[in-house]
């Protein structure tokens, strides 16, 4: 059995076609377009490559797009005054401040000054509560994304033995409260959990967000499980030379999943498709409007 490869390009490219079609509905509503402002601070070339993505997406999609570059030196204050700045501007419907910060910045104090309306990233403790108990509210783009992917590989998730490696306020935590919602037996488990490749065994969804190349193993795999690999790694092959791998063997998997996304290709595109429609939806609720299905 060879695994049916699941294309996130193509999924992303759909709904942002579709982000796309809804901000027109929303500039006659209004006379505006959404607004997305993006922080970052320093010059992490990772972070570069995403900001200036998410800036090519926002403008595609026919929305606003709000860049604030700051130095790695920056204070604390001066970025939460900045975010305070933008949680005023009418024009700005969502902000997103690019991780990781610097380490003389708390992190945690720069998330809680987002005006939780505007967290596009889904992060603030308001939009987490909301998600833990079944209320509407901005849901973290990666588990969105991976949620569509499911849905549109899988069906009805209901029922479903789901395991989530890793235990991120980014990605494990809301994804094992989006899998639960949809009525999914979810286990979420974590670089402490004892007897990990038996309890992959058992699951016919996994998603494996732990950051540690390659760490799910072929024989990890139940047979026909759909397989959702959110790692981002990239390995040293010497010589200068590197490659981008998953946190699932790849190519040991590929034999026994019955779908699985690649690494790169795979949920990438989708989170910032979702930052997207995070966008629309929050730039909806703000203006009192009913948010779209998208």
């Given at each position: 059995?060879?695994?049916r ?58 929305m ?37 910060l ?19 990233d ?58 639960t ?40 795999i ?73």
């Amino acid at each position: 059995m060879t695994a049916r490869i699941i294309d996130g390009k193509a999924a992303a490219a759909m709904l942002r076609a579709q982000v796309g079609a809804a901000v027109p509905a929303f500039l006659s509503a209004t006379g505006r377009v959404p607004g997305l402002a993006v922080i970052m601070v320093g010059d992490n070339p990772a972070s570069a490559v995403y900001v200036r993505n998410k800036h090519a997406a926002t403008v595609a999609a026919g929305m606003l797009s709000f860049e604030h570059r700051l130095p790695a030196t920056v204070g604390e204050a001066e970025l939460r005054a900045l975010v305070a700045t933008l949680n005023a501007d009418d024009a700005v419907d969502a902000i997103l401040v690019q991780l990781p910060l610097p380490p003389h910045i708390d992190t945690q104090r720069v998330i809680l000054a987002l005006d939780p309306a505007k967290d596009v990233d889904g992060f603030h403790p308001v939009n987490a509560g909301r998600l833990a108990t079944g209320l509407p509210g901005l849901v973290p783009c990666t588990p969105s994304g991976c949620m569509l992917l499911l849905r549109d590989t899988v069906g009805d998730l209901a029922g479903a033995e789901a395991l989530v490696i890793g235990r991120s306020n980014i990605v494990g935590k809301p994804m094992a409260a989006l899998l639960t919602a949809a009525s999914a037996t979810v286990t979420l488990a974590h670089s402490r959990t004892q007897g990990l490749a038996a309890h992959a065994r058992r699951a016919d969804i996994l998603v494996a967000a732990v950051g540690v190349p390659e760490l799910v193993r072929g024989d990890w795999i139940k047979p026909g499980a759909c397989v959702i690999d959110v790692g981002m790694n990239r390995v040293d092959l010497g010589d200068g030379r590197s490659r981008l791998v998953g946190d699932v063997a790849y190519a040991e998997a590929l034999a026994v999943a019955g779908a699985i996304t690649p690494v790169p290709g795979g949920v990438g595109p989708m989170t910032i498709a979702c930052l997207l429609r995070n966008t629309v939806h929050a730039a909806h609720a703000r203006a009192g409007l009913a948010v779209p299905a998208l």
